[in-house]
DNA sequence: TTCAATAAATGACCAACAGTCATAAAATGA
DNA sequence: TCATTTTATGACTGTTGGTCATTTATTGAA
């Protein structure tokens, strides 16, 4: 009795701790998407949740680990999506390339994920990024999603709509690899005048990704 | 007489101030990719560069500003060696297979450069890059960059190697951008142990490469 | 209701570091 | 030789991420 009401407590004061949690990286999206992240200060997120700059340190170890905290959060909603293409009744190929157009969506209607995958994927190679929890966490995600591609893989090689002279995993790393590749250009293209380096092209987004599914979909489909 | 002089004169200065430069960012890059770019004071540069660090403040406006001097060299040296592909007496397929393999070749030997590249790119999306006379002139690499690539295509389907259903434009950013995608995660997958997302998956960053340039290859390549 | 104990919140404070500037040293050329 | 201009310097400043002693709120037993 005492123990289940204390449990209970506990229970609650776990949620409203989450819950702060979650507060507080709202108000860092706010933030961030408004003047991005390396000029949002501490102070700025900290006004914007309505709490003192040192109480935003019993939640996170960081600024660092906010912005990863973004990054969890955008890679979760990702996932979903992805998960949910699997779930179609749809070939394999089709799948694939739906994955494809997934991404691209998701990137277009959360431009703050965009950035902060790169972030995440810059520090990895760079900092000495000790938040081994969230990145464990992070990398666990990215696992997640190449699953959902190798899979949908691996059904288009049984329904003969996917050629099977690759490993399924080989062309898994390929066609995320590629697909990030191509979006991110095309993201950077539309979304920057100053991006010289296609301004005489005047591909849409979608034309563009579209036709980078048609391509590698014809490299790897099953033509016979 | 007099004024062919001081014209040689000021000419010494140049060549000695752009030496200088150039002794500068040979000391950014040796402590850059000893500590990465966060990690990096001005101090340490101005120390390895054997000068006070405001010095470094007469050749450059900030530390940004010497990391993107750092790019500009990198993407100079990129588009060397592009260029040289172009050159070969090979059909245009190859080419564009050969610019993969030379992107590849890059970044391994020269990872400070996919470092620095990212971080461009990074700060496009995110900062207010004021700088804008080295951000136009990193612009006007990409560009070139892209030329060759474009060029390769329309030499390859002119001799027949490659399909002529795409304009060679899109084709050419498409190619680009998932070169740099798969690349980007391959190389991730080699260099960092901690990168779990392909623990389990032991393929070479060649055969991934490789792999991937068969399969894009095949989808613009002309079957007939 | 009261109160001691525990937990949560706070903002003044500190250290690190990018960037500045008054001063000094060196180079120039008359 | 020396006045003038150019180049170099490091002490100094402002900003900001992160800390911690102190304050405030919550809890639960008496």
Redesign the interface.
């Known amino acids: 009795m005492t123990n289940s009401h204390k449990m209970k407590k506990i229970s609650r004061k776990e949620r409203e701790r989450l819950a702060r949690k979650e507060a507080i990286i709202d108000a860092a999206e706010e933030v961030i998407t408004l003047k991005?992240?390396?000029?949002s200060t501490m102070d700025e997120i900290a006004e914007k949740a309505e709490l003192g700059k040192g109480t935003l340190y019993l939640y996170f170890n960081s600024k660092t680990s906010i912005y990863l905290a973004i990054c969890d959060r955008g890679s979760k909603l990702l996932n979903q999506k992805m998960a949910q293409v699997i779930t179609m009744d749809i070939k394999g190929i089709e799948m694939v390339k739906e994955m494809g157009h997934v991404y691209l969506d998701f990137i277009k209607s959360n431009p703050i994920y965009?950035?902060a995958f790169?972030?995440f994927?810059?520090s990895?190679?760079?900092?000495?990024l000790v938040e081994s929890a969230i990145?464990?966490d992070l990398?666990?995600h990215?696992?997640e999603a190449?699953t959902y591609v190798v899979r949908a893989l691996q059904i288009g090689m049984q329904d003969g709509t996917i050629r099977t002279n690759?490993?399924p995993?080989?062309?898994g790393?390929?066609f995320?690899?590629?697909?990030?590749?191509?979006?991110?250009?095309?993201y950077?293209?539309e979304?920057?005048k100053?991006?010289?380096?296609?301004s005489d092209?005047n591909?849409s987004l979608e034309?563009?990704v579209n036709?980078?599914i048609?391509?590698?979909?014809?490299?790897?489909k099953n033509d016979q």
């Open positions: 991005g992240f390396k000029n965009f950035n790169n972030f994927e810059n990895l190679s760079e900092d000495r990145v464990d990398q666990e990215g696992v190449m690759y490993d995993k080989e062309l790393i390929i995320w690899g590629a697909s990030r590749g191509v979006i991110q250009v095309a950077m293209k979304n920057r100053s991006l010289k380096i296609l092209i591909f034309s563009l036709s980078f048609d391509i590698i979909g014809s490299g790897i």
